[in-house]
């Protein structure tokens, strides 16, 4: 796994079967200097016994497992900050 990539483990489909997933990812910061956006780059898509499924994922499933993540993200770091400032 490359430097700085994280897993999100998550289920998919794929021509009507359900695969659960780990999907390596890294986070892209903005930058707005030159043009780049904050987002989530998808390295792959492992099933156990299937190898790398990102080839058989489509665009938009690809977009929607971005957002799934990001969205875990925050609300992680939103539950951290709750528990951060109220003790």
Partial sequence: MP???QVYQTAVEINDSEFEVAVVYSYQPAEPDVGVQEGIEIEGVYCEDQGDLQG???EDQ???LAIEIGESNYSAWEAFQEDRYDD
């Fill in 3 to 5: 430097k700085g990539s």
């Fill in 56 to 58: 058989d994922l489509t």
């Fill in 62 to 64: 690809l977009d929607a």
